[in-house]
């Protein structure tokens, strides 16, 4: 077993509960244990009430919720992968934050795509997205998809020069679902860009065959905006990899457009790596 757990955050809503239950399977894929993890924002001004309160307060009302979402959430987990080892952890601030920090040194952050429940302190949405573009570990972003998916992992390549924490990750993901792999370049624009692309995506995945010979690794270039093509692959694969890019490509509002319509309009779950050293 790895001592590097898998961090799930939830909100008590029906969407983190169903991500909580896919980081436990992950969890046990992976001999790791599991942490889950809700964060109580107390408003401004506030402060936790005294133990000895006889009424109930707004934060006490929102420290009451964090609990009850914990201990749903570890039922569901116990529930779906008997005998795991699970952890609770309540944490306090602003939820984007609490939770994106517990994943310090995890092997994943598991969140739901966006919360639904009364628990509106810990929106899951706005957790996504920052998680997604601010974690040091993979984030992986649990929508409901169909449960009729090929053993496919995806993985979306911007540049062959930029991909090599993304296609790690999914060469690492096939190998462990025995599932095949397709690296995909949508391009919109420049066709010769494109063609030079494949020519060294086809050299990649050559090197990856020597390192994975188990893995059916293949690559594919299409003709449309990346979002709609990747988000359009989810319906089929049973993961999509996305490589997040340096702090000095942040400003470049392409990348974080990709990534946001991806997780937005996806069919199943996606997972989003940082780059190396991040």
């Not at 966006?114 to 998680?131: D, E, K, N, P, Q």
């Amino acid at each position: 077993m790895t001592t590097k757990p898998i961090v799930v955050g939830t909100d008590g809503s029906a969407r983190a509960v169903r991500a909580v239950e896919w980081a436990a399977r992950e969890a046990v894929l992976r001999g790791a244990p599991l942490r889950i993890v809700s964060a109580a924002e107390i408003p401004p001004r506030m402060s936790a009430p005294p133990e000895d309160v006889r009424f109930e307060t707004v934060a006490s009302h929102l420290i009451d919720e964090r609990d009850q979402a914990l201990a749903a959430a570890a039922e569901a987990a116990a529930a779906t992968a008997p005998g795991l080892v699970i952890d609770t952890d309540p944490v306090d601030g602003p939820p984007a934050r609490a939770v994106t920090t517990s994943g310090s040194g995890a092997l994943l952050l598991v969140v739901g795509s966006h919360g639904g429940g009364a628990f509106a302190a810990m929106a899951l949405g706005s957790v996504s997205r920052y998680a997604a573009v601010h974690a040091s570990c993979p984030v992986v972003v649990v929508r409901e998809g169909a449960t009729d998916t090929d053993r496919l992992v995806a993985v979306g390549i911007r540049s062959a020069e930029d991909c090599s924490a993304a296609l790690a990750f999914a060469l690492e993901e096939a190998h462990l679902r025995k599932a095949s792999l397709l690296a995909v370049h949508a391009w919109q624009w420049d066709s010769h860009a494109a063609e030079r692309t494949a020519a060294e995506l086809d050299d990649l995945l050559n090197d990856c065959r020597g390192k994975y010979p188990d893995v059916d690794a293949s690559r594919e270039v299409a003709h449309g905006h990346p979002g709609r093509v990747l988000a359009d692959l989810s319906a089929r694969a049973e993961l999509v990899v996305l490589g997040r890019h340096s702090a000095s490509d942040r400003a470049v509002p392409g990348p974080a457009r990709v990534i946001h319509a991806v997780v937005g309009h996806a069919h199943g779950p996606v997972v989003v790596v940082p780059p190396q050293g991040a």
